[in-house]
């Protein structure tokens, strides 16, 4: 898949100024109090003076660096979805370069719902306001799924793109956990949905259908 790099917040490739030991004490605060606030509770509710309190800085130092609680959790979350990045572009099949479409959108589903059981909190906290779509995350995940779907000959892949996308928001998946269903049980029923739009171009069976391959 020709992608872009993912462009999530923080990105170490960037050229950036050599961060003064100070700075990087009160980051490391800030992080470790906005971790546990996300944990302990909804993180739709942690506002930056909590975190600015838990972490003992001032809310100048806080806005310093971040603009608000979402770009908080987007840090949070970042070498986690740059990992996940990494295995997308570089990994084996079939989340991996190599594999069907359906599968690899069916190993994408699975490899989500895994980073969903261990962060869903702070995902849920870089969806506050909507702000989902916007992060640099979302992007390179519609880039992904979008050259899936052309791959695989689907009419009109756009329409499609946000709406294969939306199971993986991490409201929809705790409402399912709420509802009794395990994370392998919800990763099936996506890598159905993965087979259902594009197992079709590639004569997918019944037998293919695991997240997995």
Do not use: C
Not at 21 to 48: H, S
Not at 120 to 148: I, K, S
Not at 152 to 166: E, K, N, R
Request: hydrophobic fraction near 45%.
């Amino acid at each position: 898949m020709n992608a872009p790099r993912l462009p999530l917040l923080n990105d170490a490739s960037a050229a950036a100024p050599v961060e003064r030991a100070d700075a990087a004490r009160n980051r490391v605060k800030v992080l470790a109090a906005a971790a546990g606030l996300f944990a302990d509770r909804d993180p739709r509710t942690v506002t930056m003076d909590d975190i600015a309190k838990a972490a003992g800085v001032g809310r100048g130092t806080l806005y310093r660096r971040y603009p608000d609680v979402v770009s908080i959790a987007v840090a949070l979350l970042d070498e986690h979805e740059r990992a996940l990045q990494e295995r997308l572009l570089r990994g084996a099949p079939p989340l991996g370069p190599g594999a069907p479409p359906a599968k690899r959108l069916a190993a994408f589903y699975a490899a989500m719902v895994e980073l969903l059981d261990a962060h869903a909190n702070l995902v849920l906290g870089t969806e506050v306001g909507g702000m989902r779509f916007g992060t640099g995350a979302y992007q390179f995940w519609a880039v992904h799924v979008r050259t899936l779907l052309t791959e695989a000959g689907v009419a009109d892949p756009d329409s499609l793109v946000d709406a294969l996308l939306a199971p993986l928001a991490a409201e929809v998946y705790q409402q399912q956990r709420r509802r009794g269903l395990g994370s392998t049980q919800i990763a099936a029923g996506l890598a159905r949905v993965a087979h259902g739009i594009l197992g079709g171009a590639h004569g997918s069976t019944a037998d293919d259908r695991s997240p997995g391959g």
